[in-house]
């Protein structure tokens, strides 16, 4: 019983820190706006499939750091939104006591 009762207080515990690091992530992703990113992103592109593109090539490789860029700050935030809701869902299992404690710890 007091097994349970600690694994459940670790559990809330858990819960708490992960609540804590979600809203951070969320006031820092509302500076990032992944949409205007994403837009950014595909008005990049289009340029450089503009067959004149690379008549300017310090521009176009101006362009393509742009678009290497705004490619891993999207990868990161994707990457990140899918993390919190895999946790989300092993919280929920932890609770049904679907999985352990060490599980969620990783």
């Keep these: 019983f007091t097994r349970a009762v600690n694994f459940y207080v670790e559990i809330s515990e858990l819960k708490e820190q992960f609540s804590q690091a979600k809203e951070k ?3 820092i992703g509302g500076i990032f706006d992944l949409e205007a ?3 950014t992103l595909e008005k990049l592109r289009g340029q450089s499939s503009n067959p004149e593109f690379w008549n300017d090539s310090q521009g176009a490789s101006a362009i393509l750091k742009k678009i290497s860029r705004i490619e891993k700050e ?3 935030w994707t990457d990140l939104s ?3 809701d895999d946790v989300e869902v092993l919280f929920e299992f932890a609770e049904a006591g679907e999985t352990e404690l ?3 710890q990783k």
Aim: net charge neutral; charged share 55%.
């Design 102 to 104: 060490p599980e969620i």
């Design 82 to 84: 899918r993390r919190h």
């Design 25 to 27: 992530d969320s006031e």
């Design 37 to 39: 990113r994403s837009r």
């Design 74 to 76: 999207i990868e990161l």
